[in-house]
């Protein structure tokens, strides 16, 4: 069922993104899951807002003196695809684009060897190797590493590298645990310097996380 939908979603968008023709308009600010999600709707795919995982944004300049134009890419894991979609700005509008859409393969990520206990992943750029160094694995240390929603508790799981790794390790990965949306003031947060630490600060954010749900 899936491939057969995956085959129609391809047919349906190939002369468009080829064209570069508009698929949708909207005033205000950009919102592509959003739209993509209204596009699936609209053409009876069976894809939910859930299941469209917006990876990356880059702003690029725009003559005309409006806001930036953007390339956003969105991954549909379910259909193992990446499509990159434009947004342009004219005026009070953005309009958005199929731009590029091909095969897609989730990396590993750390995050696969955690049990989450019923939280789930909306953000995994976790994609670092216990067995190789940090060193060399710099250009996957950024701020927005994984976050991982539990719902139900009104919680967030948020890791996140900061500061630039050196010989002298002046930065960590930090894991925060973020209640209702109070990122100014985490009620678990933990430091960690190596990948074997960061593995036991998660599991211990997931171990009080459910001590949170057991104290309510």
Excluded at 58 to 66: A, H, R, V, Y
Aim: include cysteine; proline fraction near 2%; charged fraction near 35%.
């Amino acid at each position: 069922m899936n491939q057969t939908e995956k085959d129609r979603f391809l047919e349906l968008v190939k002369k468009e993104y080829d064209r570069n023709e508009e698929f949708s308009e909207v005033s205000g600010e950009s919102e592509v899951v959003d739209e993509l999600e209204l596009f699936f709707r609209e053409n009876n795919f069976d894809v939910s807002h859930e299941e469209l995982i917006e990876k990356s944004q880059t702003e690029l300049s725009n003559d005309d003196g409006d806001m930036p134009n953007r390339f956003t890419i969105v991954h549909l894991p379910k259909w193992n695809l990446e499509i990159k979609v434009e947004e342009e700005c004219e005026g009070y509008y953005w309009r958005y684009y199929f731009n590029e859409i091909k095969e897609w393969q989730k990396e590993e990520s750390l995050a696969d060897e955690i049990d989450f206990e019923g939280g789930k992943i909306i953000y995994d750029e976790l994609n670092l190797h216990p067995d190789i160094s940090l060193n060399e694995q710099k250009e996957h240390l950024k701020e927005d590493l994984l976050q991982v929603e539990f719902q139900e508790k009104s919680v967030l799981l948020d890791v996140g590298y900061y500061g630039k790794y050196s010989k002298k390790k002046t930065g960590f990965f930090r894991v925060a645990v973020i209640f209702k949306d109070y990122w100014e003031k985490p009620v678990f947060i933990r430091e960690a310097y190596d990948i074997e630490d960061l593995l036991n600060r998660i599991k211990a954010a997931v171990s009080y996380i459910g001590y949170l749900s057991e104290t309510k």
